[in-house]
């Protein structure tokens, strides 16, 4: 959900919004919103998806808590992506009678997907090691699955997460195997490495086809 919207909220920020003081705020307002703590994302999500849109404590709330907490990021690395591309650009495709969209859609896009790519991969890998945000808006530790279900949650549903499970297990669970937390974390980092190593690789591949 944070994709979409950011990257259109940076299009519109570098190509189309003039310069002047609302649009510099709006600038301000998402550097500020980029380095406020989850916790704080986290009651948001609380009081505006659980009690005010009464979805209840759901992967919906936590879903667009997340998405909340890292669209800031999203906006600032995809207009540091669109920046990068030269102006002449931009420039040649207007001196041909290309208009301003149809230079941002086949030519600033197409020399920006890289770094574009790389900014939500990285928030995705982010967001998945958060535990704040979703266990005040929609993760238990235990929810029981049926065997086989590979679908076992809607999107009203309470779920379980890796890291909502890691905190619990080293927190709040007496007796436990020591190596059941190190499994958690070991299954936590494994899938968020896996997630940067295909970032990284996206964007040696996608650099590779530039021509300039």
């Known amino acids: 959900m944070a994709a979409p919207i950011g990257i259109l909220a940076a299009i519109y920020l570098n190509e189309y919004a003039k310069d002047n003081w609302f649009n510099r705020l709006i600038n301000l307002a998402v550097i500020n919103l980029a380095g406020v703590p989850s916790i704080v994302h986290a009651l948001f999500g609380l009081g505006a998806f659980v009690y005010a849109a009464r979805f209840g404590y759901s992967i919906l709330s936590a879903s667009l808590t997340l998405a909340i907490m890292t669209l800031p990021v999203i906006i600032a690395s995809t207009r540091e992506a669109l920046a990068a591309v030269p102006r002449s650009f931009r420039e040649a495709c207007w001196n041909v009678g290309a208009t301003r969209w149809q230079t941002i859609w086949r030519v600033v896009l197409p020399n920006s997907i890289s770094g574009i790519l790389t900014g939500v991969i990285l928030q995705v890998s982010r967001a998945a090691g958060e535990t704040a945000p979703i266990m005040f808006t929609g993760a238990v530790f235990f929810k029981a699955v049926q065997r086989g279900d590979l679908f076992p949650y809607g999107l009203g549903d309470q779920c379980m997460a ?12 007496p007796g436990v195997k020591e190596s059941i937390p190190y499994a958690t974390a070991v299954v ?16 040696v591949w996608l650099r590779n086809r530039k021509k300039w």
Do not use: D, K
């Open 188 to 203: 936590l980092l494994g899938a968020v490495l896996l997630v940067n190593a295909t970032a990284i690789a996206l964007r």
């Open 162 to 173: 890796l890291s909502m499970h890691l905190y619990t297990l080293s927190t709040q669970v």
